[in-house]
């Protein structure tokens, strides 16, 4: 089979790295990749978003299954253009139509969906910018801090929590008047603050059987202690040590089992991950958002936890066997610890040679922002690398990380040396 996997970051490389182990793979395109995707397939560089390049790829290639890594794409309807075009219907693409991407795309949309469903989530309300005042009057009924959500995509920084009631008045009204992300905060969720453990949980779905993977927890801010500016994750862990299968349960029958059948009800044609975000309070479980998408750095704990073959799953999806493929899922603790540029998630210098990567031990690197240049591995984006380990406990995996973290060097290199602190 000549599969096509969208993306260039680490959890690309992560697909890549599993998928060319499987025996139904024979060959493996990554559009545009990084370094070390290269080293497993073939790197073809072009945009996420340049639908008729990516089909003249496709053709050229004999491509048969398109695997779509981040969710632009999948919000801007790649894979409704895939599936009205005649010279593309054939391809099998792992990740939902444009309505479905919604659930990511807008948080409004997300909301109302978990509302109609009885799925479990924040009190909210949305607003325009002709209810600002009544925007006020909401916020003033809740309790501090404050959660203000731009509806649509804002990479990743479209979500404020602010402490202070004067303070999110102002940031409100920046958002829907002074249209501080664009389009993208058009319309505004306010919604209540929920308290506990983050938790991600993700599922393969081909629209009406499903499979749940690994869980994992992840580490988003900058500083030691969970401190300092949001990023786009410093670090994962899986399994997470409070999660069994009575909490799976929970899981799977308060949140997944409807989620599916909201789906089939709304004739929302859904075959790809179900990325959902949880707080965990008491037990109890809570959505704080859907994502249509696999997580970085959550991938890199994932996937190698996952034993079964990848692209055989997928390729159930695209004949109808998905249901009856057996999945099985190492019981192996995975951790992951990203190195990041030096200023990152602000202002960061690229360009920086890489060395060490010859010198590491039991661990498996993940490309996240790297180039090639005359022979040299060079720094290309803020968070760089992936270090993921395995090991019968957090700590004899971390520990193998952070010793191979020391190993790699780049100027103005930076890790979080506390990812598992709260888990161990």
Request: with cysteine.
């Amino acid at each position: 089979m000549n599969v096509l996997i969208l993306g260039s970051g680490g959890r690309e490389h992560a697909f890549a790295w599993k998928i060319s182990q499987s025996s139904l793979c024979k060959k493996l395109l990554i559009a545009p990749g990084n370094a070390g995707t290269s080293k497993i397939g073939e790197n073809i560089n072009i945009s996420l978003n340049d639908f008729n390049g990516i089909k003249e790829i496709c053709i050229k290639e004999k491509i048969e299954m398109l695997i779509v890594g981040p969710e632009d794409p999948l919000v801007n309807g790649i894979t409704d253009f895939f599936k009205d075009d005649e010279k593309l219907k054939h391809i099998t693409v792992i990740g939902p139509s444009k309505k479905g991407a919604q659930l990511e795309g807008s948080k409004e949309f997300s909301k109302k969906f978990m509302s109609k469903y009885n799925i479990p989530t924040a009190k909210y309300k949305s607003f325009t910018k002709d209810t600002l005042k009544d925007g006020y009057i909401f916020l003033e009924s809740l309790n501090p801090p404050y959660v203000l959500k731009a509806d649509g995509l804002a990479a990743g920084k479209g979500v404020l929590i602010i402490d202070d009631i004067e303070e999110s008045k102002i940031i409100l009204e920046d958002m829907l008047i002074n249209r501080r992300f664009g389009n993208a905060s058009n319309t505004v969720i306010i919604e209540e603050y929920l308290s506990g453990i983050e938790l991600s949980v993700f599922v393969l779905t081909d629209g009406v059987s499903y499979k749940i993977l690994p869980c994992a927890k992840d580490y988003k801010r900058i500083g030691e202690g969970d401190t300092g500016l949001n990023t786009g994750g410093m670090g994962a862990i899986s399994p997470v040590p409070f999660v069994d299968r009575f909490f799976i349960e929970k899981v799977e029958n308060e949140i997944i089992k409807p989620t599916i059948k909201g789906l089939r009800k709304e004739n929302i044609d859904y075959k790809g991950f179900i990325f959902i975000g949880l707080m965990v309070e008491n037990g109890n479980p809570k959505v704080i958002e859907y994502n249509v998408r696999m997580g970085d750095p959550e991938t890199e704990v994932v996937i190698p936890r996952i034993k079964s073959d990848l692209l055989n799953l997928f390729n159930g999806i695209k004949n109808g066997s998905f249901s009856e493929i057996d999945f099985n899922i190492s019981e192996k603790y995975a951790t992951t610890v990203m190195l990041v540029s030096g200023g990152y998630p602000e202002k960061y210098i690229k360009g920086e040679k890489i060395s060490g990567l010859d010198k590491i031990n039991d661990s498996t690197i993940f490309h996240s922002g790297t180039l090639k240049i005359n022979n040299n591995l060079i720094t290309n984006g803020g968070r760089v690398l992936a270090i993921t380990s395995t090991g019968n406990s957090i700590q004899e995996s971390l520990e193998k990380s952070f010793n191979n973290a020391e190993k790699i060097k780049f100027k103005g290199k930076y890790y979080r040396k506390d990812i598992g602190f709260d888990l161990i």
